[in-house]
Nanobody, 116 residues
Framework: QVQLVESGGGLVQAGGSLRLSCVGS????????MAWYRQAPGKQRELVAR???????SYGDFVKGRFTISRDVAKNTMYLQMNNLTPEDTAVYYC??????????WGQGTQVTVSS
């Protein structure tokens, strides 16, 4: 059974940094296009970053070079390094596969709150 567990969120001031982690069980991240998503209150879920099995990455337009997605194959863990955070980045962050291929069961997400 696939399980995704996100962690690393928290409260940070604008301009600060956080590193999110996503640990997967029941799957091997290296086989899939994996991604980070976020959902802010009252807004639709949006794609933050994506990484392919051959480590090609892509990002939402709003990222503007501030975030970096990466993956540790040995640990079956995916990361999102977020720098220069703004209040607009406040959301619950989730990891999953590229939704165009169908979602795995969603984890609980990790809350990121950026104060101004």
């Amino acid at each position: 059974q696939v399980q995704l567990v996100e962690s690393g969120g928290g409260l940070v001031q604008a301009g600060g940094s956080l590193r999110l982690s996503c640990v997967g069980s029941g799957i091997i991240f290296g086989f899939y296009n994996m991604a980070w998503y976020r959902q802010a209150p009252g807004k639709q879920r949006e794609l933050v970053a994506r990484i392919t099995p051959d480590s090609r990455t892509s990002y939402g337009d709003f990222v503007k070079g501030r975030f970096t997605i990466s993956r540790d194959v040995a640990k079956n863990t995916m990361y999102l390094q977020m720098n220069n955070l703004t209040p607009e980045d406040t959301a619950v962050y989730y990891c999953n596969r590229d939704l165009s291929s169908g979602a795995f069961p969603w984890g609980q997400g990790t809350q990121v709150t950026v104060s101004s």
